[in-house]
């Protein structure tokens, strides 16, 4: 079993002994912290653990160590029926004071645990690398035959079957990448219309969305994703992201340039400078020993985006660590992201970065 750095042990050690020490005479368990914390957003007992494991803890995100110094800051935190997380607002001179403290605390502890150790300098496992004989097969959309032109169209004597997969730009960065870190298993790649049983029973990999890629669409409703992609008539040129979030829809939409905004009224082009891109690793429900991963966008910036976020030279590696603190199990997640857009380019997110993952599940 791998040991954690030192610095995230110290902080792991702390949050165990504030919720069993703080008060020596209320019986804290993890999940009555993890229902009182969770107010503010769904927490899990199980997360809470990850936070306190004394061989690999998880590191928690900033926000949730400001609720912790918020709760036990204030004894009416666990006065009530049920304990529960006061507003800000609400504490005290003394209990704001205890607050300041605690949470400058914390976030020292939170710091002291990002700083690169001996665990940090070894190779993440990337989301790429499959450990067995796979195969894997990467399936695109197709596009209408009003979206190319005579070249894709099998009866040209210059036909070239790529011109009709949608999102080409992601498969190409995605398949010489997965190539690079699979050297000796089998990759192949398809457009969905073309799909067969026997190629739903590796790894999967779906590039687009639910228009133009039926594989995308059935798989999104056979595995229940807490992130949905629907129409909406705000966005004619794409589908947007939704999340139900306490029986409330929650929508993610792209960002144009305010100038060119409404120029589509007059028939002209608006230009897109913030997409949204989606990527999902869960198991294939085909064949639990292998994987389903889903690179999705509300356009093809965002599904680009979402494929180099874990491609990129410069960044992968930065946002696989991502991955790994915050996820208990990274081979289940899905991060929603905004994919910035500079010059009609996709730039790569980084999921450190602020304002970065829109959405995440499983939620810390």
Request: some cysteine.
């Given at each position: 079993?791998?040991?954690?750095?030192?610095?995230?042990?110290?902080?792991?050690?702390?949050?165990?002994?504030?919720?069993?020490?703080?008060?020596?005479?209320?019986?804290?368990?993890?999940?009555?912290?993890?229902?009182?914390?969770?107010?503010?957003?769904?927490?899990?007992?199980a997360t809470v653990s990850s936070?306190?494991?004394?061989?690999?803890?998880?590191?928690?995100?900033?926000?949730?160590?400001?609720?912790?110094?918020?709760?036990?800051?204030?004894?009416?935190?666990?006065?009530?029926?049920?304990?529960?997380?006061?507003?800000?607002?609400?504490?005290?001179?003394?209990?704001?004071?205890?607050?300041?403290?605690?949470?400058?605390?914390?976030?020292?502890?939170?710091?002291?645990?990002?700083?690169?150790?001996?665990?940090?300098?070894?190779?993440?496992?990337?989301?790429?690398?499959?450990?067995?004989?796979?195969?894997?097969?990467?399936?695109?959309?197709?596009?209408?035959?009003?979206?190319?032109?005579?070249?894709?169209?099998?009866?040209?004597?210059?036909?070239?079957?790529?011109?009709?997969?949608?999102?080409?730009?992601?498969?190409?960065?995605?398949?010489?990448?997965?190539?690079?870190?699979?050297?000796?298993?089998?990759?192949?790649?398809?457009?969905?219309?073309?799909?067969?049983?026997?190629?739903?029973?590796?790894?999967?990999?779906?590039?687009?969305?639910?228009?133009?890629?039926?594989?995308?669409?059935?798989?999104?409703?056979?595995?229940?994703?807490?992130?949905?992609?629907?129409?909406?008539?705000?966005?004619?040129?794409?589908?947007?992201?939704?999340?139900?979030?306490?029986?409330?829809?929650?929508?993610?939409?792209?960002?144009?340039?305010?100038?060119?905004?409404?120029?589509?009224?007059?028939?002209?082009?608006?230009?897109?400078?913030?997409?949204?891109?989606?990527?999902?690793?869960?198991?294939?429900?085909?064949?639990?020993?292998?994987?389903?991963?889903?690179?999705?966008?509300?356009?093809?910036?965002?599904?680009?985006?979402?494929?180099?976020?874990?491609?990129?030279?410069?960044?992968?590696?930065?946002?696989?660590?991502?991955?790994?603190?915050?996820?208990?199990?990274?081979?289940?997640?899905?991060?929603?992201?905004?994919?910035?857009?500079?010059?009609?380019?996709?730039?790569?997110?980084?999921?450190?970065?602020?304002?970065?993952?829109?959405?995440?599940?499983?939620?810390?």
């Amino acid at each position: 079993m791998p040991l954690a750095q030192p610095g995230l042990l110290l902080l792991a050690q702390r949050l165990g002994h504030l919720r069993e020490h703080h008060w020596p005479e209320v019986r804290m368990t993890q999940a009555a912290l993890a229902k009182a914390l969770g107010s503010e957003g769904s927490l899990s007992s199980a997360t809470v653990s990850s936070w306190e494991s004394s061989t690999s803890p998880k590191l928690p995100p900033r926000n949730r160590l400001t609720a912790y110094a918020r709760f036990f800051a204030a004894y009416r935190s666990i006065e009530g029926d049920q304990p529960c997380l006061l507003p800000l607002s609400d504490l005290t001179d003394e209990e704001r004071d205890a607050y300041d403290v605690l949470e400058a605390e914390l976030l020292a502890l939170h710091d002291a645990a990002r700083k690169p150790s001996a665990r940090d300098e070894l190779p993440v496992r990337g989301t790429w690398h499959f450990d067995d004989t796979g195969p894997v097969t990467l399936i695109c959309g197709q596009l209408p035959p009003d979206r190319t032109g005579s070249f894709a169209d099998p009866v040209d004597p210059n036909y070239t079957e790529l011109l009709s997969y949608a999102d080409l730009d992601a498969l190409v960065e995605l398949l010489g990448h997965i190539r690079a870190e699979n050297p000796t298993v089998d990759i192949f790649f398809k457009l969905s219309t073309n799909v067969v049983p026997d190629d739903l029973s590796g790894h999967i990999v779906l590039l687009g969305g639910i228009v133009w890629n039926m594989i995308t669409q059935r798989l999104s409703e056979m595995t229940r994703l807490p992130v949905r992609q629907i129409y909406d008539p705000e966005v004619m040129t794409g589908e947007i992201f939704v999340v139900d979030r306490d029986g409330i829809e929650q929508k993610f939409l792209p960002t144009w340039d305010p100038e060119t905004r409404d120029s589509v009224r007059y028939g002209e082009s608006r230009i897109l400078v913030e997409d949204v891109g989606l990527i999902v690793r869960i198991r294939n429900p085909f064949n639990s020993n292998r994987s389903l991963t889903i690179c999705n966008g509300i356009h093809s910036r965002g599904v680009l985006g979402a494929v180099r976020a874990l491609t990129d030279a410069r960044l992968r590696d930065w946002n696989e660590r991502y991955i790994a603190d915050y996820f208990a199990d990274p081979s289940t997640f899905a991060i929603l992201m905004r994919v910035p857009v500079i010059a009609g380019q996709a730039i790569t997110p980084d999921f450190h970065a602020p304002g970065c993952v829109l959405y995440q599940w499983p939620e810390a």
